[in-house]
Structures are given as structure tokens and as C-alpha cells.
């Protein structure tokens, strides 16, 4: 082709485009790059990361805590560093990121607060994995887990069914409990540290 004058891209066009059935060239006009709907120094939540912005290979994170937006890549579409208190966690994509966490609007609950719900507000880091539950019963299923060594911010703890319990409200408004250990009376016996009575 290119003894025709039609360079390599030019018939990738076409092929990709076609012409005209009246055999006349169209002009085909680019589409205008994706702004990027976030911003350096806001706080989110998301459904998947990459370790690096080469990454093929997504993972999981149970991301309830504050991850910030600390660099928008240059050159890439929409791409992401996150960290969190200075630690890089990863890179995210646009299509990855599911909320906005803004602390200086909260969320009210959706559901009446517990009537045997003790105020307290602390961070607890767990030192193995506990799950997370809409109530604080144990015959509720686990909603998501905690990985040994995430924290999570709590307002208040409950003592029932054998166990002592975190909760905290989610994103979504609704009130979440995590058994911290049992209800003996002891925070040495805890499954972390972080929790007083």
C-alpha cells in the first residue's frame, strides 16, 4: 500500500471507518480524551486495585478506611496512585473507584441506633481476620471480612451474645458491628488492639 501513497494508520482507518458507498472520503474527527472525573487529595473508595500502573492483574481490597488520590498519572487514562497516611497502596482506574469519602459530610443512619450501643469513638487493628456484621448477633452472616492488620474507626461498642463488639456506620448509612473478642471484661483478650471498655 505504501507505494500508493496510503501509510499503514491511514488503512487501519479505513478499515476500521470504511469509506463512503459513493466511494468519497470521510474525515474522520478524534474523540476528545476523557477528562478525569477525580482529583488529587480526595478521599475514596474503590472496588479493585493494581500494584503498578502495568498491572494486568487486578485485586481486591476492603477498602473502609481513607485512601487518598495522591497523583493523577501523567500520559494515562484516568489512572491513579492511591496511599494511605503516606503508603502506597496501589493504582486505580476511573471505573474502579465506587464513592467519594468525605468526612466533613456524614452519612446519618438508616436504621435506629441500638438502644444497648455504648459510645465510644477509638480505632481498633485487628490481628486476624474477623468478620463483618450487619448486627450483633452470631447467627448473622458475615457481610465482608477484615484482613489481620486493617483498622477500622468505631463510635460506640456493644457487650451481648458472648462477644464484645465494635460498630461504626458504613458509607451507605447503615449501622455495621465486628466482634472484637469475648465478653469477659478484659481488653488484653481482644483480637487486636484499640478497644477499651
Known amino acids: 500500500m ?8 491511514r488503512l487501519a482507518q479505513v478499515l476500521m471507518n470504511g469509506l463512503p ?12 480524551p476523557n477528562t478525569p472525573k477525580y482529583k488529587v487529595g480526595q478521599h475514596i473508595r474503590f472496588a479493585s486495585i493494581y500494584n503498578t500502573p502495568d498491572d494486568p492483574t487486578e485485586k481486591h481490597i476492603n477498602a473502609d478506611q481513607k485512601w487518598t ?9 484516568n489512572l491513579y ?6 503508603k502506597l497502596l496501589g493504582y486505580v482506574n476511573d471505573g474502579d473507584i465506587v ?3 468525605n468526612p466533613s459530610q456524614p452519612t446519618a443512619p438508616s436504621k435506629p441506633q441500638d438502644s444497648n450501643l455504648v459510645s465510644m469513638v477509638g480505632t481498633f487493628t485487628t490481628d486476624q481476620s474477623l468478620p463483618l456484621s ?5 447467627e448473622s452472616p458475615a457481610s465482608a471480612w477484615y484482613d489481620p492488620f ?11 451474645n458472648g462477644y464484645a463488639w465494635i460498630s461504626y456506620i458504613d458509607y451507605g448509612g447503615n449501622r455495621r458491628y465486628v466482634a472484637v473478642g469475648p465478653d469477659d471484661g478484659h481488653v488484653d483478650t481482644t483480637w487486636g488492639t484499640g478497644f477499651f471498655y
Not at 505504501?2 to 494508520?9: E, H, P, R, T
Not at 450487619?134 to 452470631?138: E, F, G, I, L, M
Open 150 to 160: 486493617e483498622s477500622m474507626e468505631y463510635d460506640g461498642y456493644v457487650l451481648g
Open 99 to 101: 464513592e467519594i469519602w
Open 21 to 32: 458507498e459513493d466511494g468519497r472520503e470521510t474525515i474522520v474527527k478524534p474523540n476528545k
Open 81 to 86: 496512585k492511591v496511599e494511605n497516611s503516606g
Open 134 to 138: 450487619p448486627d450483633s448477633t452470631v
Open 69 to 77: 488520590i495522591t497523583q493523577k498519572l501523567d500520559g494515562r487514562k
Open 2 to 9: 505504501a507505494q500508493w501513497g496510503v501509510s499503514k494508520a
